[in-house]
């Protein structure tokens, strides 16, 4: 395949999407800030607290983030949601003509200080890639896509050319992608439910039982359906994939982080 593609963040997210499309012939490079983990990687092709996964060999690992970006046509975001800022900014010095790249947010999260969404964030930093940026969300736990479980998502994108694109690049036999262009719905979907999975872990630790958590679980849905249709998301999305598919995979799952920090925060 033809197209290069850069996957800023190598956790376990960033090396599991590294490796599907590394396996899939495209051109990868995988960018890790800091150089030891870097190098350890590059090494190893693993992480030690993910062994799920052997970054394939054809997937450049480095911590340089220009020669992790330069001349990409894709470039998509696994970092923690706390530093999208930090690192589009950094990517917005780079010597790049944004208007012909094809941005991907994988993170899931709201900007504390300005409770802006993560696309948000990016096309005020890089403005000439915003009409190229989609959301990839949906029930996607890492380990399982991983494995190659039969996963499914969401992207979204006010761009049908980027729709298709990132559509054709992700999809396997074992992930299937979905097209739509409600971003704000598909990315509130996404961040809202790690409040309800976080109260989920806390059922789970005070050892009530599975009525209680499809309680917490269908009014948390209502609550995050009004926040947000309220702030222009589709009424509809939410209960799709990265709506109500996303909330309960996350309340649910053993994988769950949200989950299980609830859970810890009921034990202590």
């Known amino acids: 395949m033809s197209i290069?593609?850069?996957?800023?963040?190598?956790?376990?997210w960033g090396i599991t999407i590294a490796t599907l499309l590394g396996n899939k012939n495209y051109n990868v490079s995988l960018w890790e800030f800091d150089k030891e983990r870097a190098k350890e990687l590059s090494t190893w092709r693993s992480l030690s607290y993910f062994p799920h996964v052997?970054?394939?060999?054809?997937?450049v690992i480095t911590s340089d983030l220009i020669e992790a970006c330069l001349n990409k046509q894709v470039i998509i975001f696994t970092v923690p949601s706390h530093t999208v800022r930090e690192v589009a900014n950094k990517?917005?010095?780079l010597d790049m003509d944004f208007s012909n790249v094809f941005i991907v947010t994988c993170v899931k999260g709201i900007e504390n200080e300005t409770l802006k969404t993560m696309s948000?964030?990016?096309?005020?930093?890089?403005?000439?890639?915003?009409?190229?940026?989609?959301?990839?969300?949906?029930?996607?736990?890492a380990k399982e896509v991983a494995t190659k479980s039969p996963t499914t998502a969401t992207v979204a994108s006010k761009n049908p050319e980027a729709n298709r694109l990132i559509q054709e690049i992700f999809s396997t036999d074992y992930f299937r992608v979905y097209t739509q262009s409600d971003?704000?719905?598909?990315?509130?979907?996404?961040?809202?439910?790690?409040?309800?999975?976080?109260?989920?872990?806390?059922?789970?630790?005070?050892?009530?039982?599975?009525?209680?958590k499809a309680a917490l679980i269908i009014r948390g849905m209502r609550e995050i359906i009004k926040l947000g249709t309220k702030?222009?998301?589709?009424?509809?999305?939410?209960?799709?994939?990265?709506?109500?598919?996303?909330?309960?995979?996350?309340?649910?799952?053993?994988?769950?982080?949200?989950?299980t920090l609830g859970e810890r925060i009921a034990k202590r």
């Open 4 to 12: 290069p593609i850069c996957v800023l963040g190598a956790g376990a």
């Open 54 to 59: 052997t970054v394939t060999k054809s997937v």
């Open 91 to 93: 990517l917005a010095l």
């Open 120 to 141: 948000q964030v990016i096309s005020e930093i890089i403005p000439k890639a915003s009409n190229n940026i989609s959301v990839l969300s949906g029930p996607t736990i």
């Open 183 to 212: 971003i704000i719905g598909v990315e509130m979907g996404g961040a809202l439910k790690n409040i309800f999975a976080i109260a989920a872990g806390i059922c789970d630790g005070v050892g009530y039982g599975d009525n209680t």
């Open 231 to 259: 702030l222009g998301g589709r009424p509809s999305t939410f209960y799709g994939l990265s709506g109500m598919g996303d909330l309960a995979v996350t309340c649910f799952s053993a994988n769950s982080r949200n989950r």
